[in-house]
């Protein structure tokens, strides 16, 4: 190593160690179930859209799956150590619907239960809270052959799963996401076709199958608090503060059309209760059924609102996606692996723009963090993924900025615990702060993940010293 590397490396550890976040505020680290579980048919599992989509070739950048992926299904206990080594105090992962229900409605498959069972009472055995996701964008493939997230069914249908979870898992777990980033899901596998269930519709798909996702949300809150009435509901959405790229009145007007279809459709639904008037003048014809009762349901009163955020979006007049006509800029800058631009400010950006605008009675960063080559273990047996320590110094930063001017954040999860199967990059863009080699499975927390639990550690013991705890 040579001196300029070791002394960048003790400036951003003094850097870690005067972190400090407000009391209470939950460091955990976030997964989901497809990503990292692997054993896809195993013990009565359903295939889910996924499963089919990965098998389609040319989708997936280096032609893999998560069939094995971080073999989690197998090797939860090994995971759970790395998170009780980091020093985190809680765990957000998703479901399986199809392991749970295999073809989405109808026979609930035990053997599913119980492994969901062994990992939510081993987290609690280790002082672990479990943070549950029922929806991270892993529909049962039975569904979608129904017509999946276009037909309105399949928002009844996933209410039903939330009873069936929350019957089974709500004595212990007191967390609970409904749907994680619906924008991506349905724009991403309904629009653009990039992820399952692969389909090229257009901006017509995207809202169609967002409406429903928000019903199929504002069906499931007061379903799950029936059965655990001390359960904190809440819903992940993947938010952007967006920038005109210049004053040019067409590009402010593509950057307000972009706001609206990222953020303000799934937030003022949720928070206000409507639709934003200009984006369903703008969707028109292109628009679903809307039911009258349909804004009320997915008003459902929510305890907190989940923010995945890994960017910021800086927009021009274009031509994607008709009729919301925009084009992405690229500003100079550092850019992450996939080619996500890193700065700091979006995560202090985008918690004002939710507090001041919505409101929530608290807010989560449920996701953030970069993606990097693929790193190697190297001959000390460290990972040294500076960028990544970094990053995560970085944001933290401004996450307790904006936590001391009265934001109400009051947790954040690095993404992701592990490296794992990234969706249609498949292992070419890891996020972990844990190594994976996918060979051996073994796993090696990386620099990021020791500079993380030093950030935990150190605004643990703060408060601990604030309240008259330590010397």
Partial sequence: MTSNIANDRKILEARASGLVLPQGFVFGAATSAYQIEGAP???GKGESIWDRFCKVPGVITDATSGDIACDHYHRWGEDIAVLKAIGLGAYR??????RLIPEGTGTVNQKGIAFYDRLIDDLLAAGIEPYATLYHWDLPQALQDRGG?????????FADYAAVAARAFGDRVKKWTTLNEPWTFCWSGHASGEDAPGLHDGTKG????SHHALLAHGLAVPIIRSQVPDAAVGIVFDLNVTEPATDDPRDVAAARRFDGAQNRWFLDAVFKGSYPQDMLDLYGDLLPPIHAEDNAIIAAPVDYLG?????????????ELAPLNFQRIQPEGTYSQVNYEIWPRCIYD????????YAPKEIFISENGVATAP???SADGHVWDDLRATYYVDHLEQVAKAASEGVPVKGYFAW???DNFEWAYGYTTPFGITHVDFETQVRTIKYSGEIYGRIAAQSHSERARSAGLGR
């Fill in 41 to 43: 048919s195993a013990d």
């Fill in 93 to 98: 992962f998703s479901f399986a619907w199809a």
């Fill in 149 to 157: 997230w276009y037909n309105r069914q399949t928002a009844q249908h």
């Fill in 206 to 209: 995207g809202v169609t199958a």
């Fill in 307 to 319: 923010v995945n955020i890994y960017r910021r979006s800086v927009m021009a007049e274009g031509t």
């Fill in 350 to 357: 985008i918690l004002h723009y939710v507090h001041e605008n």
């Fill in 375 to 377: 790193e190697t273990v």
């Fill in 416 to 418: 992701t615990l592990t």
